[in-house]
């Protein structure tokens, strides 16, 4: 079991930025291993759009968001960020934060089915 909780949305202009954090709590939290952040704009289906294999920090973005985007965490808190620069429009979304028991060495997960744990997300707006 494990409860999640994001903030630091809010409304931005185009080309602003946003740093989104999550914080993770709950007697099983040591056994989420990979971390990750999702998206649902309005009438479209939940996207992956970072995630990172808490192992050996690797992360791993989808193409839409690879050079503005940057998933980290904290070493010592049980936190996970998301520091988004350069927003666009289409950006535009519910981001939720997600847990996940799988991922290590040879896997990654980015997949939303494989992931057991969700926060109730915030809300990003980038505007024109």
């Known amino acids: 079991q494990v409860q999640l909780d994001e903030s630091g949305g809010g409304l931005v202009q185009t080309g602003g930025s946003l740093r989104l954090s999550c914080a993770a709590s709950?007697?099983?939290?040591?056994?989420?291993?990979?971390m990750g952040w999702f998206r649902q704009a309005p009438a479209k289906e939940r996207e992956f759009v970072a995630v990172?294999?808490?192992?050996?920090?690797?992360?791993y973005y989808t193409k839409a968001v690879l050079g503005r985007f940057t998933i980290d965490k904290d070493n010592v808190q049980n936190m996970v960020y998301l520091q988004m620069n350069s927003l666009k429009p289409e950006d535009t979304a519910v981001y939720y934060c997600?847990?996940?028991?799988?991922?290590?060495?040879?896997?990654?997960?980015?997949?939303?089915?494989?992931?057991?744990?969700w926060g109730q997300g915030t809300q990003v707006t980038v505007s024109s």
């Open positions: 990172l294999v808490l192992s050996d920090d690797r992360p």
């Open positions: 709950g007697f099983l939290v040591n056994t989420y291993v990979t």
């Open positions: 997600a847990a996940s028991t799988s991922g290590g060495l040879f896997y990654t997960p980015r997949e939303e089915k494989e992931f057991d744990s």
